[in-house]
């Protein structure tokens, strides 16, 4: 009850920010400006609104994603609400919980009103929408969600723009990795064969949940794939709350 209730508190501050709905504006504004490059183009005009759509949802819902993310600790302690929380019988699991939930609904929301933009060029264009663009939405959202979770992470211990730095290098590494791994082993010695499958391993393997290329051209997609890069979403996302948990549940705020 108590997570229910700091979650939904979470929502609403989050709701009634104004840079957010900024971001969001834009977003779709960005995502309406690529007709305008369907009608320079030469064939091809609704695989090219589904591309850079695809990559507007990505680009804002990661700015968002870092920009509620980074802010979990400390806005309450710039607003001093965190001291009153704290002393409140609210263990600190249920706070790292409830604002996580409801930073994920916000999330949701946000990448639900982009999505839902998209569908809707792309069905004036086709006429219809396809489901592939629902499935390469959807691990758009999952990706957002464990960027929101890393981001909770540095924002436990460290500062705003450090966590904002941090979070926007393990996004990039998360991308990478599988590449970088794949390189050592063709390439690499003992050594570096064995650093990059452990940064493999450990890095949150975020090339797994793209499948934009999917959803563009008619690429086949694998059920069985795509379910175990929707487990592997949710527990990797998981963990990083736990963590967010253990370190923040270590931190003194006297």
Known sequence: MKVAVIALNTFREAVRDRILY??????????????????????????VIKDLGLACISIFGLLIAIFLG???????????????????????????????????????????????????????WEGTSSPRLLLAILFIFLELVMVTAIAMVFSAFSSPALSAIFTLCLFVAGHLSADL?????????AATKLLAETLYILLPNLSRLNFKDQAVYPLAIDGGTAALSFVYAIFYAAALVLAAVAIFQRRDFK
């Not at 969001?24 to 609704?46: K, Y």
């Not at 019988?89 to 916000?106: D, N, S």
Request: zero cysteines.
């Open 22 to 47: 900024a971001v969001l504006v834009f977003a779709l504004v960005m995502l309406a400006g690529s007709t305008v490059l369907v009608t320079i183009s030469v064939g091809g005009e609704e695989k």
């Open 70 to 124: 980074i802010g979990l600790v400390s806005k309450e302690i710039e607003k001093r609400t965190l001291y009153t929380i704290i002393t409140k019988p609210i263990h600190r699991y249920q706070f790292i919980l409830g604002k996580y939930l409801g930073l994920v609904m916000t999330l949701l929301v946000n990448v639900g009103v982009m999505g839902l933009g998209l569908i809707g060029l792309t069905s004036f």
């Open 181 to 189: 791994r794949l390189f050592a082993a063709h390439y690499g010695g």
